[in-house]
C-alpha cells in the first residue's frame, strides 16, 4: 500500500476515532489509529503515512510536541491539527512548526476530506522534488564523472575538498574536457544544491549584450529595452553561477564583475539602486589567465580573486586509461537512447581510440562513439564506423627524422596553422564551422588564429 492511501488519526477519543474511520474508509482511505503521542511517533517510525490527523489534547504529551517529533522524521506526513480549544497562537505555532492545516472542532465532513486531499497532494510533491533533487544530485555528482586514473582522482579529492566552502572555484582545461560537469558536481556536493545552479558561455554572447545578461536591466536602459529584465546574478541568488570561457569577459565588464565577488552586490544596467545577492561564483577557462594578464586583457586584480581554488582538468590523451570507461559509458549512454541493444568494440576499434590523440577530448571522444552507435548494425563497433581522421588516415603524411633532429615545438605550430588553414579554407573561411570541423569552439580557434599570425578573409 502506498503512503497516498495511509492516514494517521491520533485522538484519545474513541467516538472521534470511529467518525473520522467511517469518514475516510468512505474516501477508500487505510485508516491506522493511535491513543496517544508515543504511540503515534512509534507508528510513523514503522510506516510511511501520508497524512496524520493531530488532536492537540492527548493524554501524554502535548500535540505540538508530537508534531516537532513527527518534523524531526526522515519522511513526516502532512500534518493537520485538530482542536477544540483553538487559539491563534496555538494556530502559528503549529504552522511555524510545519502543520499543513488547523482545523476546529466541530468540523464539517467536507472540510476534513479536502484538507486530506490537499494535504496528500502537498506530500506527493514534496516527495516527487525530493526525488528530482536527489537525481539532480547523483547526476551531477563527482562519483558519476568518469575517471579511474590517478589525475581524475585528484580532481574528486578536490572538489569533496572545496564544495562545502563558500570559495570561488576556477576550474582550468582544454576545451572538452568537462569543466562544466566539474562546475555542477560542485555545485551538488555544496550547502547550495538545492538552489539554482546557472550557467553562461561568456565567449558566445555579443560584448555589448553580456552585460544585461548577466546584471539586468531597468526599462529604457537602452534602445529597445522595452521592459525591466533580471539578470542571472538574481536568478542564481542563493546558488552558484558558472562563467564559462571568463577570460572572453571585456575588460569594463570584468570591472563590475569585480565588484560583485567583493561586496555581494551589483546594479541594474542603467539603474541605480544597489542589489543584494549570495552567489557562489565557479569560473572556467582554457585559456591561461596569468598571459592574459600580461597581455592586459584580463584584471590582474579579478585574477587573484578567482584564483583562490583552482581545479585543473587533464587532457584525455593525459589520462589514456580513461578513455576505455569513457567509450563504455558513451556506448552505453547511446545504445540506450537510440533503442539499440548494448554494444562493445572490436578489438581494433579500441586500437585506434587508444592510439589517437584526441585534441577535442571528451567531448570528441563522445561524438565519435555516438557515431558510430548510430552507423553500427550490430552489436559490433568496429573500426569501419570510425571516422577516418581517427585512424590517422588523414592527418597527414608520415614523416622521416632527419639526422639533425628538428625543432618540436616550431613543428607542431606549423602542422597545426596546416590544419587551422585547411578547415577555413574547407570552410570557406567560416570560423564557426571551421571550429566544428576541428572540435573546438569559436574562441579557442581565434585565438589560435591570432597566436599563429593567420590572417583571416
Known amino acids: 500500500m502506498s503512503p497516498k492511501d495511509l492516514v494517521l488519526v491520533v485522538d484519545d477519543e474513541e467516538i472521534m476515532r470511529d467518525v473520522l474511520s467511517t469518514l475516510l474508509a468512505g474516501e477508500h482511505y487505510a485508516v491506522d489509529f493511535a491513543q496517544n503521542g508515543q504511540q503515534a511517533l512509534d507508528m510513523v517510525r514503522e510506516r510511511d503515512y501520508g497524512v496524520a490527523l493531530l488532536d492537540l489534547m492527548l493524554p501524554d504529551m502535548d500535540g505540538l510536541a508530537v508534531l516537532e517529533g513527527l518534523q524531526k522524521m526522515g519522511h513526516p506526513p502532512s500534518t493537520i491539527i485538530l482542536t477544540a480549544f483553538a487559539t491563534i497562537e496555538r494556530a502559528v505555532r503549529a504552522t511555524r512548526l510545519g502543520a499543513f492545516d488547523f482545523i476546529t472542532k466541530p468540523f464539517k465532513n467536507d472540510e476534513i476530506l479536502l484538507a486530506v486531499k490537499n494535504a496528500l497532494e502537498q506530500r506527493r510533491l514534496r516527495d516527487e522534488n525530493a526525488r528530482l533533487k536527489q537525481s539532480l544530485r547523483e547526476r551531477y555528482s563527482h562519483a558519476n564523472i568518469i575517471g579511474k586514473s590517478?589525475?581524475?582522482?585528484?580532481?574528486?579529492?578536490?572538489?569533496?575538498?572545496?564544495?562545502?566552502?563558500?570559495s570561488t572555484v576556477l576550474i582550468q582545461g582544454e576545451s572538452g574536457t568537462g569543466k562544466e560537469l566539474v562546475a555542477k558536481a560542485v555545485h551538488a556536493a555544496s550547502g547550495r544544491a538545492d538552489a539554482p545552479f546557472v550557467a553562461i558561455n561568456c565567449g558566445n554572447i555579443p560584448s555589448e549584450l553580456l552585460e544585461s545578461e548577466m546584471f539586468g536591466h531597468v526599462r529604457g536602459a537602452y534602445t529597445g529595452a522595452t521592459h525591466a529584465k533580471k539578470g542571472l546574478f538574481e536568478v542564481a541568488d542563493?546558488?552558484?553561477?558558472?562563467?564559462?570561457?571568463?577570460?572572453?569577459?571585456?575588460?569594463?565588464?570584468?570591472?563590475?564583475?569585480?565588484?560583485?565577488?567583493?561586496?555581494?552586490?551589483?546594479?541594474?544596467?542603467?539603474?541605480?539602486?544597489?542589489?543584494?545577492?549570495?552567489?557562489?561564483?565557479?569560473?572556467?577557462?582554457?585559456?591561461?589567465?596569468?598571459?592574459?594578464?600580461?597581455?592586459?586583457?584580463?584584471?590582474?586584480?579579478?585574477?587573484?580573486?578567482?584564483?583562490?581554488?583552482?581545479?585543473?582538468?587533464?587532457a584525455l590523451r593525459e589520462r589514456r586509461e580513461d578513455i576505455l570507461p569513457l567509450a563504455d559509458h558513451f556506448i552505453a549512454k547511446y545504445c540506450a537512447e537510440n533503442g539499440r541493444e548494448p554494444a562493445q568494440l572490436e578489438p581494433g576499434a579500441l586500437k585506434i581510440l587508444m592510439d589517437y590523440g584526441w585534441p577535442g577530448n571528451v567531448r570528441e571522444l563522445e561524438n565519435v562513439?555516438?557515431?558510430?552507435?548510430?552507423?553500427?548494425?550490430?552489436?559490433?563497433?568496429?573500426?569501419?564506423?570510425?571516422?577516418?581522421?581517427?585512424?590517422?588516415?588523414?592527418?597527414?603524411?608520415?614523416?622521416?627524422?632527419?639526422?639533425?633532429?628538428?625543432?618540436?615545438?616550431?613543428?607542431?605550430?606549423?602542422?597545426?596553422?596546416?590544419?587551422?588553414?585547411?578547415?577555413?579554407?574547407k570552410t570557406d573561411w567560416n570560423q564557426k564551422k571551421a571550429a566544428q570541423l576541428l572540435s573546438v569552439n569559436a574562441t579557442t580557434l581565434s585565438e589560435k588564429l591570432k597566436r599563429l599570425k593567420i590572417k583571416t578573409r
Open 150 to 166: 590517478a589525475a581524475m582522482q585528484q580532481v574528486f579529492d578536490l572538489i569533496a575538498q572545496v564544495a562545502p566552502t563558500r
Open 238 to 314: 542563493g546558488g552558484s553561477l558558472f562563467l564559462d570561457e571568463i577570460a572572453a569577459i571585456p575588460l569594463d565588464i570584468q570591472a563590475k564583475l569585480l565588484r560583485v565577488i567583493q561586496e555581494r552586490e551589483f546594479r541594474h544596467l542603467g539603474g541605480v539602486e544597489s542589489i543584494k545577492v549570495d552567489v557562489r561564483i565557479i569560473a572556467a577557462t582554457n585559456t591561461d589567465l596569468q598571459s592574459a594578464v600580461a597581455r592586459g586583457t584580463f584584471r590582474d586584480d579579478l585574477f587573484y580573486r578567482l584564483n583562490v581554488i583552482v581545479v585543473k582538468l587533464p
Open 369 to 425: 562513439i555516438e557515431r558510430a552507435v548510430v552507423l553500427s548494425s550490430g552489436k559490433t563497433l568496429s573500426a569501419d564506423l570510425l571516422p577516418r581522421n581517427i585512424g590517422g588516415d588523414t592527418l597527414g603524411p608520415s614523416v622521416e627524422l632527419p639526422g639533425e633532429g628538428v625543432r618540436l615545438k616550431e613543428q607542431v605550430a606549423g602542422f597545426e596553422k596546416a590544419l587551422i588553414v585547411a578547415a577555413l579554407e
